[in-house]
């Protein structure tokens, strides 16, 4: 006799949907909006992420060695700053390297370079890059704490104003995301409250024909998923719009070509929001039929 | 089967409705319970149920002491009972069968097990023809029908019911109280508060009186008491 009764479940739960048509809409309606702000804010985010990632890679920091370190001490500098954590890539360059590309820049003016060749003036030096913008200060620190390191040559007001925007984003997103999976619990759970009150006759006769609490809940979180995954799909087909043409705009501006930077562009995030959204629609359906139920599964 | 030891119920109002109340109701008997409006019938009922809970005493129910029963195991308590009450309770938007049928899909019965046996307690209480049919289009005492289909057809092995005519002239109240009757023949306990002195008197069955909240009279016979 025992029978899992999904499809019953389910069944009560899209005929509650159509019922309500206009609370469901509205709360669709408004579940929309608040995914698509969230949505804006995790695409800015991401991208931003995606931007740190790239300039990491490009970024780095000159470490000038002393004049008098011997080319042994040079090979194990190398080693020992490969080491520390944070660090990706170390070049050498050696005095020569660095009086070439000197010599490349000022191609123009190379008569004030012409002694330079017998009396080189410039340093040796590792260029050093980072996996994580985060660690630049850490790093720093630990290469001036080696033997033979003169000095740091870095632009470090990039990457920390880089690094704290991102972080940022993530505070203002996480803050933004807690706010708006509020206001959505409460306004799906204000739906569904109207659909337990319209059947609360039904759910006092289930309640004497022996149902347990959780088969009344049954069709009412089913309601809530519904709502949840309605409003995801509808939202990310409008933020799949919105952000394509402006993404299209942004790549052909010409700031983002001259800095050689790449955004993402729609499909490449596409599988992650749907995730998140659909997630983030079914948490929602889900809590907010709970709390909307708590009244009436007393007796 | 249904067994009270020294129960008593006040309301949070104060209002004490039931007093000091022991009486034991054995498998497969059929009782009344009568008494004047107010006397506390009701609450009987819901202390059955477990709908209210009792102040002080014990109720003990298929061999089980429930008086301390955890909430999530009340739904199977209410699955040895069927329950009818006098204003029917049936869900307008739903036909006769599926009214019918909601109360197997609450205890999870199989598909095939809820086909077999709607029809089969729809036949038993005279409503074999009314399957299709919405409650609005029914007459009260067909309504009623229905209500005691619904009750029966998990099979429960006590019938609880609250003035179950009290809403339907005397002939109909006579047809209801017969399929009573016959569900008790088939070995279903039965309780039925109500107010119908005749049919009582002319049923001889036993009867347990109530007044203001205490048992006055517990014997076979009739509405009133003659001792
Ligand atoms: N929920 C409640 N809160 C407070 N008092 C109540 C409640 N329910 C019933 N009472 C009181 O308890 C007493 C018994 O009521 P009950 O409903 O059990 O009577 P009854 O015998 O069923 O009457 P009737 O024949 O009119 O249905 C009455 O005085 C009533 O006012
Ligand atoms: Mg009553």
Redesign the interface.
């Given at each position: 006799?025992?029978?899992?009764?999904f499809g019953?479940l389910i069944g009560e739960g899209f005929r509650s949907v159509a019922k309500q048509k206009k609370m469901t809409s509205a709360s669709i309606i408004i579940m929309c909006a608040t995914m698509f702000i969230f949505g804006a804010f995790y695409l800015i985010g991401e991208n931003v992420n995606f931007i740190m990632g790239q300039v990491e890679s490009q970024q780095g920091m000159r470490v000038i060695l002393s004049d008098d370190t011997t080319d042994d001490e040079i090979t194990s500098l190398k080693t020992k700053i490969s080491q520390i954590d944070g660090v990706n890539q170390v070049t050498f360059y050696s005095k020569e390297d660095n009086l070439a590309s000197i010599k490349e820049q000022l191609s123009e003016y190379l008569e004030i370079l012409d002694t330079y060749d017998e009396d080189n003036p410039f340093p040796d030096a590792y260029f050093v890059t980072l996996t994580d913008l985060n660690l630049n200060d850490s790093v720093q620190e630990q290469i001036l704490k080696l033997d033979g390191v003169e000095e740091i040559v870095a632009s470090d007001d990039t990457i920390s104003s880089l690094s704290s925007v991102a972080h940022g984003i993530q505070m203002g997103t996480l803050g933004l995301l807690i706010i708006l999976i509020i206001i959505s619990v409460f306004i799906i759970s204000y739906t569904i409250k109207l659909t337990v009150y319209a059947r609360r006759?039904?759910i006092?006769?289930?309640?004497?024909?022996?149902?347990?609490?959780g088969?009344i809940r049954g069709p009412f979180i089913v309601e809530g998923i519904i709502i949840g995954v309605i409003s995801a799909v509808i939202t990310l087909g409008i933020i799949g719009l919105a952000y394509n043409s402006v993404i299209n705009m942004m790549l052909s501006s010409v700031v983002i070509q001259r800095i050689n930077i790449t955004l993402y562009s729609f499909s490449d995030i596409f599988a992650r929001l749907l995730i998140v959204y659909v997630l983030l629609g079914i948490g929602i359906g889900i809590t907010g039929s709970i709390i909307s139920m708590r009244k009436y599964l007393k007796? | 089967m249904i067994e009270f030891r020294n129960v008593s119920k006040s309301y949070t109002t104060g209002q004490e409705a039931v007093h000091n109340a022991s009486f034991n109701i054995e498998k497969g008997e059929f009782a009344f319970l009568v008494g004047s409006s107010g006397s506390g019938k009701s609450t009987l009922i819901k202390l059955i149920?477990k709908?209210e809970e009792p102040t002080s005493g014990n109720i003990i129910i298929n061999g089980k002491d429930i008086t301390f029963l955890k909430p999530?195991r009340i739904?199977?308590?209410?699955?040895s009972m069927g329950?009818v009450f006098q204003d029917f309770?049936l869900?307008p938007d739903k036909t006769v069968y599926d009214n019918v049928a909601?109360?197997m899909?609450?205890?999870?019965?199989?598909?095939k097990?809820i086909r077999r046996q709607v029809p089969m307690v729809l036949a038993q209480v005279g409503l074999g023809d009314k399957a299709k049919v919405y409650p609005n289009e029914l007459s009260g005492g067909e309504q009623q029908r229905v209500a005691l289909a619904?009750a029966i057809v998990?099979n429960p092995s006590m019938l609880i019911a609250d003035e179950p005519t009290g809403n339907l002239d005397p002939n109909t109240a006579w047809d209801i109280m017969g399929i009573l009757n016959d569900i008790n023949l088939r070995g279903t306990t039965v309780v039925v508060a109500t107010h119908a002195k005749e049919i009582v008197d002319q049923m001889k069955k036993r009867v347990i009186r109530i007044d203001k909240g205490n048992i006055v009279r517990d014997e076979k016979g009739g509405y009133d008491s003659e001792v």
């Amino acid at each position: 006799m025992k029978y899992n009764s999904f499809g019953y479940l389910i069944g009560e739960g899209f005929r509650s949907v159509a019922k309500q048509k206009k609370m469901t809409s509205a709360s669709i309606i408004i579940m929309c909006a608040t995914m698509f702000i969230f949505g804006a804010f995790y695409l800015i985010g991401e991208n931003v992420n995606f931007i740190m990632g790239q300039v990491e890679s490009q970024q780095g920091m000159r470490v000038i060695l002393s004049d008098d370190t011997t080319d042994d001490e040079i090979t194990s500098l190398k080693t020992k700053i490969s080491q520390i954590d944070g660090v990706n890539q170390v070049t050498f360059y050696s005095k020569e390297d660095n009086l070439a590309s000197i010599k490349e820049q000022l191609s123009e003016y190379l008569e004030i370079l012409d002694t330079y060749d017998e009396d080189n003036p410039f340093p040796d030096a590792y260029f050093v890059t980072l996996t994580d913008l985060n660690l630049n200060d850490s790093v720093q620190e630990q290469i001036l704490k080696l033997d033979g390191v003169e000095e740091i040559v870095a632009s470090d007001d990039t990457i920390s104003s880089l690094s704290s925007v991102a972080h940022g984003i993530q505070m203002g997103t996480l803050g933004l995301l807690i706010i708006l999976i509020i206001i959505s619990v409460f306004i799906i759970s204000y739906t569904i409250k109207l659909t337990v009150y319209a059947r609360r006759k039904e759910i006092s006769i289930m309640k004497y024909v022996g149902a347990t609490n959780g088969f009344i809940r049954g069709p009412f979180i089913v309601e809530g998923i519904i709502i949840g995954v309605i409003s995801a799909v509808i939202t990310l087909g409008i933020i799949g719009l919105a952000y394509n043409s402006v993404i299209n705009m942004m790549l052909s501006s010409v700031v983002i070509q001259r800095i050689n930077i790449t955004l993402y562009s729609f499909s490449d995030i596409f599988a992650r929001l749907l995730i998140v959204y659909v997630l983030l629609g079914i948490g929602i359906g889900i809590t907010g039929s709970i709390i909307s139920m708590r009244k009436y599964l007393k007796v | 089967m249904i067994e009270f030891r020294n129960v008593s119920k006040s309301y949070t109002t104060g209002q004490e409705a039931v007093h000091n109340a022991s009486f034991n109701i054995e498998k497969g008997e059929f009782a009344f319970l009568v008494g004047s409006s107010g006397s506390g019938k009701s609450t009987l009922i819901k202390l059955i149920l477990k709908e209210e809970e009792p102040t002080s005493g014990n109720i003990i129910i298929n061999g089980k002491d429930i008086t301390f029963l955890k909430p999530s195991r009340i739904p199977y308590l209410r699955r040895s009972m069927g329950i009818v009450f006098q204003d029917f309770r049936l869900l307008p938007d739903k036909t006769v069968y599926d009214n019918v049928a909601f109360a197997m899909h609450v205890v999870r019965a199989t598909p095939k097990h809820i086909r077999r046996q709607v029809p089969m307690v729809l036949a038993q209480v005279g409503l074999g023809d009314k399957a299709k049919v919405y409650p609005n289009e029914l007459s009260g005492g067909e309504q009623q029908r229905v209500a005691l289909a619904r009750a029966i057809v998990n099979n429960p092995s006590m019938l609880i019911a609250d003035e179950p005519t009290g809403n339907l002239d005397p002939n109909t109240a006579w047809d209801i109280m017969g399929i009573l009757n016959d569900i008790n023949l088939r070995g279903t306990t039965v309780v039925v508060a109500t107010h119908a002195k005749e049919i009582v008197d002319q049923m001889k069955k036993r009867v347990i009186r109530i007044d203001k909240g205490n048992i006055v009279r517990d014997e076979k016979g009739g509405y009133d008491s003659e001792v």
